[in-house]
Structure formats: structure tokens, C-alpha cells
């Protein structure tokens, strides 16, 4: 019997069934064996996004008219909770499928869906979105990269940091200033196609506390010369509304992230103290392990269900931006403070990197901060008190 018998969301329907069997499957024989390697190297191979391509594991979501699967957020949602499960904790596939080919698909003109969305689905383009910079993370409106208007195109200055799969993207969607004297009504996004934009530059793959094999770079465009199709959509200034628009998803891909690496903590943990002998017993047998394991358990269900409430919520386009936050941060919190729980049980093989729990310790830490910090999530929650 599963030891965590997990409830599965009423949304899970047989060919959500059938997609998590093969998902389950392709990362297990594809991806996860050179786990090893991504993580002494820091980063994952290039061709692992066409493999992904090929699985139909990108743009899940994306109409089939695009080249994408045809399927909804409750797809990319099954995917996302097996690469946790799996331990991909550093792929930035959810980012390149669940938020990056969405803003092409509902801000892009027909021409550029067309253009870029069947090679996002094939792994042909890895996709990137590039907001944060040095001097501005939370408060993106005091952004300073521009992208100012020049005969036919766009002339974009400045410099992004913490961009996932910044050394492998080739298309970037850049959050730039294209009135500079208007904050938040001056602010569009500009897609950058990499392979043939002089000016644009790669800087350093960071070294990071954890997700060692995840690709967050820093980027840097010097008069990088656009054309006028780089704009998203036909109007300039929209860039802050679409972000706000597509946030509740964004959150949600976190949420599912922290979901599937609770599954696996305890899954892992519930093994370990099973087989590990101390004072002539098992781990298992102290009362004190039973009962860490036992509000674990409870706190993972309880955060399960309000998940597969929220992205229920989501698939009949009905979770609001402070609901979804909620999610956000408090199953973040949530698989920090059970992932540690879960070490300690581990005793001192909890500490050694080649034990998975304590990769994904560290792995942890960063979904509080990413995609809007966990203090970021309060301000947008009490703004409905
Ligand atoms: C591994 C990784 C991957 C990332 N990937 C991307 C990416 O792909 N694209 C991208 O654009 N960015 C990315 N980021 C950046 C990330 O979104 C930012 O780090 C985050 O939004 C916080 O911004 P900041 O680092 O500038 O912190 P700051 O905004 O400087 O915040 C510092 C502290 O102040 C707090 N704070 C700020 N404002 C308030 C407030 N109003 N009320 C209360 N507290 C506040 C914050 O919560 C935080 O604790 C990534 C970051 C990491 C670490």
C-alpha cells in the first residue's frame, strides 16, 4: 500500500491518468539517469529540451494549432508534479511551457504564435522571461532596462539577473521600459530571439545554495537592435497588465513544485526510518518518529487538497491573484518546513549530498523567494483584508 496514499483531485481524469503513467516513465528512463552528470556539470544537457519536445512533455497546454499538445493547465500541472516527484527539482521546463509560451499565446499576434510557439513545443526554442534585475526584484516597476523606439525597430539597454535557463534560452521575453517617463503604463514585453541579435550577451551562470543544475544567468543587451515584431501583441505599455493577468499561474507552477517535492520527502523518509536500525529498532518505532511522520502526513494532505482546489479554481479560469498566492506561499513554507523535519530523520545521512533529502533541502530554500517572495504573496493578500 502507498505509504502516503495521496487524494487524488476529482479534475485527474484517465487521459490525465495516462499522461502521469508516461510522464512517470519518460523521466525515469530519460532524464533521470544523467541526473548525476547535470548536477556535477551545473547544468542540464541542451538536448534534453528536444527530448522533452519529442515526449510532448513541453507546452502541454498549448493549442494543437500551435504545435502544442492540446491539453489545459491541469496537464502542465500532472507534468510538473512528476518532474518534482522524479527529483528534477532544477528543471526550468514549467517555466518555458507554463509561463512563457502562455504569454505568446494570449498576447501574441497570430504571426508571432505562429512563428514561435511549434518551435517552443519541440524544444527547437527554449524559452526564458527576463523581469529581475540587479537593482530591482520585488518592485518591478523601477525597472531600468529600456527599449526605445529607433527607425523601424527597438534599441534595448540594460542588464537581468537570476534569469532561469538564461545560458540555453534562445527566446527571452524581456520586461523593459519603452516609455521610460511612465512606470507602469510605459512597461512592455519584448520578445528577443538570441540567435540573431547583435548586442545581446550571456553573463555568468550563478552558483547558487541549492537547484545546482538549474541554468539562472545573467543577461545583458547593449544596443541590441530589435525589429518592430518584437514587441508582444501591436500595443506598447500593455507589459505590466499581461504580466499581473498571468500571475495566478505562475504561482500555481510553484505550488505544484512544492507539492510533488513534499510527496517525495516523505515518500524517501518513510523508506529510510523503515530500514534504519538504532537501539535494536527500527527509526520508525519511536513514538517521536511516528509522530513527526503523522502531522507531516497530515499537513501534506491538507496542502494537497487546497492545491487541487485552487488549480480546479484555475481550470474554470475562476483563482484570483491573492488565493493563488496563498498557494504560493504557504506550501512553499510548507515543503521547507517538512523537508527539514524530514532531514533530521536522516540523522547525519540527512547532511551528505549524495542522499536526495539533502538536495532537496537546499533545493527548497528558494521557492520562498522566486516568483514573487513569500512577503510579496502577504502584501497581495491583505490588499483583500
Ligand atoms: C533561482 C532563481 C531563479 C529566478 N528566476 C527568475 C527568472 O526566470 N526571471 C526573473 O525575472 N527573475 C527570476 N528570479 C528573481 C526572483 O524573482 C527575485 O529574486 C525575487 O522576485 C525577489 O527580488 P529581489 O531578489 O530583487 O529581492 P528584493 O526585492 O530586493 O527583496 C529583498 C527582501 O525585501 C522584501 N521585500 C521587498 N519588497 C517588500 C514589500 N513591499 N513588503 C515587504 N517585504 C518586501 C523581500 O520579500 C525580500 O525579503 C529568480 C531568482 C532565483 C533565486
Avoid at 534569469?163 to 503604463?185: E, M, S, Y
Avoid at 505599455?237 to 500555481?252: A, C, N, S, T
Avoid at 545521512?349 to 520562498?368: C, K, L, N, T
Wanted: charged residues 25%; glycine residues 10%; hydrophobic residues 40%.
Amino acid at each position: 500500500m502507498d505509504s502516503l496514499q495521496v487524494p487524488r483531485p476529482t479534475w485527474m481524469s484517465e487521459d490525465l491518468n495516462m499522461l502521469e503513467e508516461q510522464t512517470r516513465k519518460f523521466l525515469a528512463g530519460e532524464l533521470v539517469p544523467h541526473l548525476e552528470t547535470w548536477h556535477e556539470q551545473g547544468i542540464m544537457d541542451r538536448k534534453a529540451w528536444n527530448k522533452l519536445g519529442e515526449a510532448g512533455l513541453l507546452c502541454a497546454g498549448i493549442p494543437e494549432e500551435y504545435g502544442g499538445a492540446g491539453g489545459t493547465f491541469a496537464h502542465e500541472t500532472v507534468i510538473n508534479r512528476e518532474f518534482a516527484l522524479a527529483g528534477l527539482d532544477s528543471i526550468g521546463a514549467p517555466l518555458h511551457s507554463g509561463i512563457v509560451a502562455p504569454y505568446i499565446l494570449n498576447y501574441g499576434t497570430e504571426e508571432q504564435k505562429k512563428k514561435w510557439l511549434p518551435k517552443l513545443a519541440t524544444g527547437e526554442l527554449v524559452a526564458a522571461i527576463a523581469m529581475s534585475e540587479p537593482g530591482a526584484g520585488s518592485d518591478l516597476q523601477s525597472i531600468r532596462t529600456t527599449a526605445l523606439k529607433s527607425g523601424n525597430g527597438y534599441v534595448l539597454n540594460g542588464s537581468k539577473t537570476f534569469i532561469t535557463n538564461g545560458q540555453h534560452a534562445n527566446l527571452i521575453i524581456v520586461v523593459a521600459k519603452t516609455d521610460p517617463a511612465h512606470g507602469a503604463k510605459g512597461t512592455s514585453l519584448m520578445v528577443v530571439e538570441t540567435d540573431n541579435t547583435p548586442g545581446f550577451r550571456r553573463g555568468r551562470k550563478l552558483n547558487k545554495l541549492g537547484m545546482d543544475w538549474a541554468d539562472t544567468s545573467e543577461l545583458f543587451f547593449d544596443e541590441a537592435k530589435l525589429p518592430a515584431e518584437a514587441l508582444l501583441g501591436t500595443e506598447e505599455g500593455q507589459g505590466f497588465f499581461q504580466l499581473m493577468r498571468d500571475l495566478p499561474q505562475e504561482r500555481m507552477i510553484v505550488a505544484t513544485s512544492a507539492v510533488g517535492m513534499i510527496e517525495r520527502a516523505l515518500r524517501l523518509t518513510i523508506d529510510y526510518v523503515k530500514e534504519r536500525k538504532a537501539f535494536g529498532k527500527a527509526v520508525m518505532e519511536f513514538q517521536n518518529t511516528q509522530f513527526e511522520l503523522a502531522e507531516c502526513k497530515t499537513e501534506a494532505t491538507i496542502g494537497r487538497v487546497f492545491h487541487d482546489h485552487c488549480v480546479e479554481r484555475h481550470l474554470k479560469k475562476e483563482l484570483d491573484t491573492a488565493t493563488a498566492s496563498m498557494a504560493k506561499y504557504w506550501l512553499s513554507d510548507l515543503q521547507n518546513k517538512i523537508v527539514d523535519r524530514c532531514l533530521q530523520l536522516f540523522g547525519g545521512y540527512g547532511f551528505m549530498d549524495e542522499y536526495p533529502i539533502s538536495r532537496m533541502y537546499r533545493d527548497a530554500r528558494v521557492q520562498r523567494i522566486y516568483a514573487g517572495t513569500n512577503e510579496i504573496m502577504k502584501v497581495v493578500i491583505a490588499r483583500t483584508l
